[in-house]
């Protein structure tokens, strides 16, 4: 049976990987990781950089949003209710004024830059945070799920999936766990990982032995009511 957790190896080289790491480390911006309750390190004890926002990081953070966006066209393919079931979706018939109601076949059989725009329709990207967790000591031990109310922003009440690329390997353990699913990622060098964001896929981040962990993590949300649903003209 499917657990809807996918893993696409590949998604970045190891050289980007690597050239990350090295970029995360020189930063001047390295945070103490939060949660959505704040700032707690018996939850989470991880270095983060949230590059979002930052116009030095912009090439990165297109870059990765890029990678992710190429994963998820895969993992639409496979799980096309992703789209189809909180929305109901229509093209217009080749040479005529009618509207084609979309089923699976329909979306699964779009090339991979329609699917892309499709994608960009329903969804929007995440702030993206690149993350340390410390050999034998840092991780994320807390079982939690991403869809959570925040004080400051309603955002993580949009996510759909999370997605984390890791930045390197070469340690032990230190994998995404996955509580209901008995499953455990062992995380590979440009690996993307992708899993709903709900209570169903509650996860942890298990510490790190004899290497530091390096990830880029962030979500996929639906784009806002009044964007998806606005007239064509309004929502440009």
Known sequence: MDDFIEVYEGALDAKACADLVAAFEKSDKL?????????????????????????????????????????LVSYLRKYTHLALAPTVLYRQRAGSEDMQMLGVDDVRAMP???????????????????????????????WH??????????????RVLLWTIYLNDGFAE??????????????????????????????RGNMPKGG??????????FQRAQQLYAPPAAAK
């Open 212 to 221: 530091d962990k390096y990830i880029a993590t962030s979500w996929v949300l």
């Open 145 to 158: 799920s991403e869809i959570s109310p925040k004080v400051e922003t309603d955002d993580n009440l949009h």
């Open 174 to 203: 230190g994998e995404t766990e996955f509580l209901f699913q008995q499953r455990r990622i062992v995380p590979k060098t440009g690996a993307l990982l992708f899993a709903p964001a709900g209570f169903t896929h509650t996860h």
């Open 31 to 71: 945070v103490r990781g939060r949660t959505s309750g704040g700032l707690n390190t018996r939850l989470k004890d991880s270095w983060d950089l949230h590059v979002s926002g930052h116009a030095e990081w912009k090439p990165v953070e297109n870059m990765l949003n890029g990678a992710m966006l190429q994963g």
């Open 112 to 142: 991979d830059a329609e699917l892309k725009q499709l994608i960009v329709r329903l969804f929007r990207p995440g702030g993206i945070n690149l993350q340390r967790y410390s050999a034998d000591e840092g991780g994320y031990p807390y």
